[in-house]
């Protein structure tokens, strides 16, 4: 079993910025992938960054790019989300999600392991 924690998460004025984290414990964590997702109530969730095993390797989606970054810390088993420059409509429950077995990182069902998620709730 593999288990995700995100925090991070809460309240901020547009212009701002956030770290989230994920923390994964369990089996096969090194060697997988490890992707971003947000979903706002009553809509579905959407794809916003993936990093490959090493940390060396990322991908984005095109309406974050220049504003958020994914990194790894292998070592501690944690994954982050610096979100810069946020927005109203980022406002949204975000996901960290594990165990992808392809063939597109974009799809919430290409993924095998879920957190809970955290909120970033966004002022204008």
């Known amino acids: 079993q593999v288990q995700l924690v995100e925090s991070g998460g809460g309240l901020v004025q547009a212009g701002g910025s956030l770290r989230l984290s994920c923390a994964a414990s369990g089996n096969i964590i090194e060697e997988n992938m490890i992707a971003w997702f947000r979903q706002v109530p009553g809509k579905e969730r959407n794809f916003l960054a993936i990093?490959?095993?090493?940390?060396?390797?990322?991908s984005y989606a095109d309406f974050v790019k220049g504003r958020f970054t994914i990194s790894r810390d292998r070592t501690k088993n944690l994954t982050f989300l610096q979100l810069n420059d946020l927005r109203p409509e980022d406002t949204a429950v975000y996901f960290c999600?594990?165990?992808?077995?392809?063939?597109?990182?974009?799809?919430?069902?290409?993924?095998?392991?879920w957190g809970r998620g955290t909120l970033v709730t966004v002022s204008s």
């Open positions: 999600a594990t165990g992808y077995n392809g063939p597109d990182y974009h799809h919430t069902d290409r993924y095998r392991y």
């Open positions: 990093v490959s095993s090493t940390g060396a390797i990322t």
